[in-house]
């Protein structure tokens, strides 16, 4: 079988690509022209989810689609968000129901549902957040229904939901922490604890190879969407500083009043808004919010329709964090 992976150049798509590999699919991913190609083994499409000309071509001759691609952050216009995760991910359904592809495994996020206050062990009857807080999570909400929308006889799609992924090879999250972390800049928020469901890369990997096989073994699994985690929340500043010492990083130095923080990112905005300025503001109020909030989500669902497990343990993740660290990763 030929499946379609996008954002394969990515942390989370480019190991999926790389497990589907293993597994003895038929591989071929979608790139933005000029973006190397990080499988020798696979076969190159270049478009971009703006084409859709391009994406007809791409998934010409697949039988799945696979679709890890995203503008992931926590700032910027929301047209831009909207332009790449909701209407790129209408392009690619619909080049998909034109070239008769059959599956479709949609990667969403927890933050479909966040709505600022605590999310402790939620399940996937949450309804959608009435009001989104970032432009990012508003954008995946709106691909994610039209993805469970598009489910039919023929065309079976399901969508994933992890949240905070980490381990060897992210180039975003723990790079941008253990940066401020080393120039003395990272803070978190008092008041705590706060506990969060961060994901170890290989698991969420196994989840997507987990709902590509249920799918295609007709398991009725299509049409809805699962939470995938670690299964083991944890303490947000006790993990934060774990996560800092496996790349050599020091840990947290200081935690602020939620009504600094608070104060702080609201004004951030407002001078980036007022004049225009360039970049990503120091801290905004949806990252306050993320850092002052319990949030983890039950994922029995998964468990029991995907036969999903995470198999590595924080502490085993911890551990190939701190040998990938050795070899070179996030080195200072």
């Known amino acids: 079988m030929r499946v379609l992976v996008t954002g394969a150049s990515g942390f989370l798509g480019g190991r999926v690509a790389q497990a589907l590999l293993a597994d003895g699919f038929d591989l071929r991913l979608l790139l933005r022209p000029g973006k190397p190609s990080p499988l020798a083994k696979a076969e190159l499409a270049y478009g971009d989810l703006s084409d859709l000309g391009s994406l007809v071509k791409a998934v010409r001759g ?4 696979i679709h890890c691609a995203a503008k992931c952050g926590v700032w910027g216009p929301l047209s831009d968000y909207l332009e790449v995760n909701s209407v790129g991910t209408s392009k690619l359904l619909e080049a998909a129901r034109r070239e008769n592809v059959s599956y479709f495994v949609y990667t969403s996020t927890l933050s479909v549902i966040y709505n600022k206050f605590p999310l402790e062990g939620v399940t996937e009857d949450r309804p959608y957040a009435a009001t989104p807080k970032a432009p990012y999570a508003y954008s995946k909400s709106l691909a994610e229904r039209e993805v469970l929308l598009a489910n039919a006889p023929g065309f079976n799609s399901l969508v994933l939901r992890p949240h905070l992924i980490w381990g060897p090879g ?5 790079p941008r922490l253990a940066q401020r972390a080393r120039n003395g800049r990272l803070f978190l928020v008092s ?10 890369i290989d698991n969420i990997v196994r989840a997507h190879q987990l709902a590509l096989s249920k799918l295609i073994s007709g398991a009725p699994v299509d049409g809805q969407a699962f939470f995938v985690g670690q299964d083991s929340p944890q303490n ?5 500083n774990r996560l800092l010492a496996a790349v ?3 840990p947290i130095r200081a935690l602020v009043p939620k009504v600094l923080a608070q104060t702080i990112a609201l004004a951030s905005e407002w001078l980036w808004n007022t004049f225009g300025i360039g970049g990503e503001p120091p801290l905004t109020s949806f990252t306050v919010d993320q850092i002052s909030t319990s949030h983890w989500p039950k994922i ?3 468990k029991k329709l995907l036969g999903y497990v995470p198999k590595i343990s924080v502490e085993e993740g ?3 964090l701190a040998e990938a660290h050795q070899r070179g990763y996030l080195r200072a």
Do not use: E, N, T
């Open 62 to 65: 697949v039988q799945a689609i």
């Open 170 to 174: 992210d180039l975003h999250l723990l």
């Open 191 to 200: 008041g705590g604890p706060y506990f969060i469901d961060a994901v170890y």
């Open 236 to 240: 947000l500043i006790l993990l934060v």
């Open 248 to 250: 050599s990083a020091p």
């Open 300 to 302: 029995d669902k998964a």
């Open 318 to 320: 911890l551990a190939r």
